[in-house]
């Protein structure tokens, strides 16, 4: 089992449209988990950090369940410039282990 | 901001070849990583260093070796270039247990 899993995509959703993207973790001594986005032949970018009682930044909605070792991303009325790879990320000590990622596509 | 730099975007090499790729952050940052990022594979961590002069293999090493003579360059270095070595490699630095800020990357071809 890989110790960072993610929905495999690709998601092609339409302007508006609401998505959620769902990562698993094996490591249950796992200290911080993050959201990142990278954009075609780019680098890695930090969208958000999750936090235990669940975080939002704007349309973005990050949550954690530390019991079934699973986090989740939810974007609301999406927009063409979400168009990119979302990269679940989780830290243990000071390793980080990244998903292999999820492909949003949101079309016009 | 922070920034990390890459020493080259693009670099086209020979089997073979000893090759360097050097990375640079300014924010002072204790833990230093490279990666290389491959269609379908994903990020994998080859080396990571959380101090200077200390080095901890990821989960690809072979092939690659790291060096850390000051805390704001961390330098991949791989001593004998092969095809299979062709891949986006990208740095990343972060302060303890926090988030990562990455390089632009270098993309290596091994002809």
């Known amino acids: ?19 959620a993207f769902n990562c698993t973790y094996s490591n249950s001594a796992s200290q911080s988990f993050f959201w990142y986005r990278q954009d075609c032949r780019k680098e890695p970018k930090l969208l958000m950090s999750v936090y235990s009682s669940g975080n939002e930044d704007g349309r973005f909605t990050a949550q954690l369940n530390r019991a079934s070792q699973y986090i989740s991303l939810l974007i609301r009325d999406s927009k063409l410039s979400d168009s990119a790879t979302y990269l679940c990320v989780v830290n243990s000590g000071q390793n980080f282990v990244f998903g292999p990622g999820t492909r949003l596509s949101v079309l016009p | 901001d922070v920034k990390v730099t890459q020493s080259s975007r693009y670099l086209v090499k020979r089997t073979g ?7 640079v952050q300014d924010m002072d940052h204790e833990n230093m990583f490279w990666y290389r990022q491959d269609p379908g594979l994903g990020l994998r961590l080859i080396y990571f260093s959380y101090d200077v002069k200390m080095k901890e293999k990821g989960d690809i090493p072979e092939g690659y ?19 299979n070595q062709t891949s986006m490699y990208l740095c990343a630095s972060s302060p303890i247990s926090n988030e990562q800020f990455f390089g632009p990357g270098t993309r290596l071809t091994v002809l």
């Open chain 2, 17 to 23: 070849e000893k090759v360097f790729l050097e990375c």
């Open chain 1, 1 to 19: 089992r890989k110790e960072v899993e993610q929905d495999p995509g690709p998601f092609n959703v339409p302007e508006g449209a609401t998505v």
């Open chain 2, 65 to 83: 070796s790291v060096s850390r003579e000051k805390k704001e360059r961390f330098s991949l270095i791989l001593e004998s270039a092969s095809t």
